[in-house]
């Protein structure tokens, strides 16, 4: 009853989050051999109210030009300020000139690998947009499978009799370098 | 066929049991927001040794030279700078924090100041600690190869598994709807946050 209630766990778990895990695998390949992401960049002039603060010029041109994304820090530069629109995708950054309300835009476009990237370092629930924070609760929700995607694994594989000496040693071999790794690094 | 794949799935599972509980920690951590060295509450150890730089040296030299008389552990190439009263200063990040040395020039001193990770956000590190590390001791090189093992290891689970799941048990309610469910989630949050 257990066995069989743990493997569909397993098993719901499993594929519900596979291209989550995918996504982190993937991306991880991509830092650690370093794929290079070129970014594709576009420039353009737009219009905005003049005399306006940071956060409502980005409300206003995200209403009026479609851009999306988290606002970055605002840095002051005379006569008005500059500030990033940060999306998993990219980033569009804004300068804007506080008299005439006129606005840079300086969209870069990084494609698929720089959304997987994005993705994989988004995390937290307290980020500025609830598409991020409801991000944050998908982290939270895959890392809570990782751990029950192993320890059902790790349970299913105890019940197989015939396996369970190469098993452990397998299991043994894991605990061993990584125990040992950790502490090592710890010190 | 499925039978290979239901071994090779398990055993690699096995091998890399610690570490998917690594990358689980690694999550956790992030999405509670654990403090990092700058938040954590805990109080720098600073010290200070003699050192004097030579006098034609640059300061990347310099640095390199500090590296070679503190050697950090685990830490990489240290990342060299002057910081906002001309003194220069060297930082090394390791997977437990950083070690920062200001080079007392007149004084022929270096002060060190050690701020040290929680064990949380060494979790944290420690998954983020690839082939790309520039650590040159055994520990860190080591680990990396096998967070290296695991990326691919994470893959190969993710990819029999799902195939395993669907050929074996199609006909469970289950088996499509998560599949479903997951697939439909992961394109609006690409979307979305595209």
């Known amino acids: 009853m257990i066995y069989k209630y743990l493997r569909?766990?397993?098993?719901?778990?499993?594929?519900m989050l596979f291209w989550v895990v995918m996504m982190y695998a993937v991306s991880a390949v991509q830092m650690a051999h370093q794929i290079r992401?070129?970014?594709?960049i576009t420039e353009s002039d737009v219009m905005a109210t003049p005399g306006l603060d940071a956060r409502p010029l980005a409300n206003e041109l995200m209403e009026k030009q479609g851009l999306s994304g988290e606002m970055g820090t605002?840095?002051?530069?005379?006569?008005?300020?500059?500030?990033?629109?940060?999306?998993?995708?990219?980033?569009?950054?804004?300068?804007?000139?506080?008299?005439?309300?006129?606005?840079?835009l300086k969209n870069s476009d990084n494609?698929?690998?720089?959304?997987?990237?994005?993705?994989?370092?988004?995390?937290?629930?307290?980020?500025?947009?609830?598409?991020?924070?409801?991000?944050?609760?998908?982290v939270f929700f895959a890392s809570v499978g990782i751990f029950a995607l192993g320890f059902t694994g790790l349970y299913m594989w105890f019940k197989l009799h015939k396996e369970r000496t190469f098993g452990l040693v397998l299991l043994g071999t894991n605990l061993l370098i990584s125990v040992v790794l950790l502490i090592a690094l710890r010190m | 066929m499925n039978a290979w794949l239901i071994k090779l799935h398990m055993y690699t599972?096995?091998?890399?049991?610690?570490?998917?509980?690594?990358?689980?920690?690694?999550?956790?951590?992030?999405?509670?927001?654990a403090p990092d060295i700058m938040h954590g509450g805990a109080q720098p150890v600073t010290s200070t040794v003699p050192f004097q730089a030579p006098t034609s040296a640059s300061d990347q030299e310099v640095g390199e030279l500090i590296q070679a008389r503190l050697q950090p552990r685990?830490?990489?190439?240290?990342?060299?700078?002057?910081?906002?009263?001309?003194?220069?200063?060297?930082?090394?990040?390791?997977?437990?924090g950083r070690v920062r040395a200001t080079l007392l020039e007149t004084e022929g001193k270096l002060e060190i100041e050690t701020r040290r990770s929680s064990i949380w956000r060494f979790f944290d590190n420690a998954h983020a600690t690839t082939i790309q590390e520039t650590a040159t001791d055994w520990a860190p090189m080591a680990w990396s190869w096998y967070i290296e093992l695991a990326i691919w290891s994470l893959m190969f689970m993710a990819l029999t598994g799902t195939w395993l799941g669907l050929t074996t048990r199609w006909n469970y309610w289950w088996t499509k709807a998560s599949f479903v469910a997951g697939t439909i989630g992961f394109a609006v949050f690409y979307m979305v946050q595209k």
Request: proline letters at 3%.
């Open chain 1, 8 to 15: 569909n766990i397993h098993l719901i778990l499993g594929l």
């Open chain 1, 37 to 40: 992401i070129v970014p594709v």
């Open chain 1, 74 to 104: 605002a840095t002051a530069l005379p006569g008005g300020y500059r500030f990033p629109l940060i999306r998993a995708g990219g980033v569009t950054q804004i300068t804007y000139d506080r008299a005439t309300g006129k606005s840079h």
């Open chain 1, 111 to 138: 494609g698929v690998w720089g959304v997987l990237n994005r993705l994989h370092h988004f995390h937290g629930l307290h980020n500025q947009t609830g598409a991020r924070n409801a991000w944050g609760w998908a």
């Open chain 2, 13 to 33: 599972g096995l091998l890399n049991f610690t570490i998917l509980c690594v990358f689980g920690m690694a999550g956790l951590v992030v999405t509670a927001e």
């Open chain 2, 74 to 96: 685990h830490a990489g190439k240290g990342n060299v700078r002057r910081n906002p009263r001309h003194q220069l200063e060297v930082d090394f990040y390791s997977v437990n």
